[in-house]
């Protein structure tokens, strides 16, 4: 089941998209922070400025450009109907998670994402059923888009404003910035989504790697706080 078939000029692809990839869609990305909790207690983020550096980090060479070949791999994958295909990138991406937390962090929201994309997709999709409750959120995302006919550029556009502004929100609540501090740190990653987006454009799976390390050790880390407000 799509709605693509009565979408003859994209309108609705956008609507379902922006539905998506916002709190409409109660998958529980507020309770993570992706290892910035840990960050901000260690005074590694304590401003805009440094936030901003962070962010860049996790998005040029960590889980930002990860997940984006993730998901424009998982969307071809549902585009042709390979369900052996999806599900190899699904395994692929849930073992690339460098900590239990992280690999909670996109297996949970990936899960639940599947479950509220039910009334576009259906109860019964037979890729959906290849990942089964086990689906990292950037696969379950391509995948949902490709049944749908969601384009691959404004869905990787969408996706990194969409996992930027979760973790600016955890910024504006534990360093903590100001709600004008959060918004200008969404304006100036604005560049760096497209360019994330153009540089993905016919790369393949070959090309993931993460250099975010200090990212990757926050994740770890994170388990032992003192004290914790964030599942990640």
């Not at 956008?14 to 290892?35: D, M, Q, V």
Request: net charge negative; glycine share 8%; aromatic share 6%.
């Amino acid at each position: 089941m799509t709605t693509a078939m009565t979408d003859p000029d994209g309108r609705r692809a956008l609507l379902r998209l922006l539905t998506w990839l916002s709190p409409a869609i109660p998958i529980g990305a507020f309770s993570y922070s992706h290892g910035v909790e840990t960050a901000i207690n260690a005074g590694v983020i304590q401003s805009a400025e440094t936030a901003k550096e962070w962010l860049q980090g996790v998005l040029n060479h960590g889980s930002g450009w990860n997940d984006l070949l993730v998901l424009g791999q998982s969307h071809a994958a549902a585009t042709e109907n390979d369900s052996a295909r999806l599900a190899e990138v699904n395994s692929l991406c849930l073992a690339m998670a460098p900590s239990a937390e992280r690999y909670l962090e996109t297996q949970r929201q990936g899960t639940a994402f599947l479950t509220y994309a039910q009334p576009w997709i259906g109860q019964s999709d037979p890729m959906a059923a290849a990942v089964g409750k086990n689906a990292a959120l950037p696969v379950a995302v391509g995948l949902a888009a490709a049944r749908t006919h969601i384009p691959l550029e404004e869905l990787k556009l969408g996706y990194l404003q969409s996992f930027t502004s979760n973790l600016v929100s955890v910024c504006l609540r534990l360093v903590p910035l100001g709600q004008s501090e959060g918004v200008q740190l969404l304006a100036d990653l604005e560049q760096t989504f497209v360019n994330l987006t153009e540089r993905s454009q016919g790369a393949t799976l070959d090309a993931l790697g993460s250099a975010a390390i200090l990212s990757d050790i926050a994740s770890m880390a994170h388990e032992t706080e003192p004290t914790r407000i964030f599942r990640s």
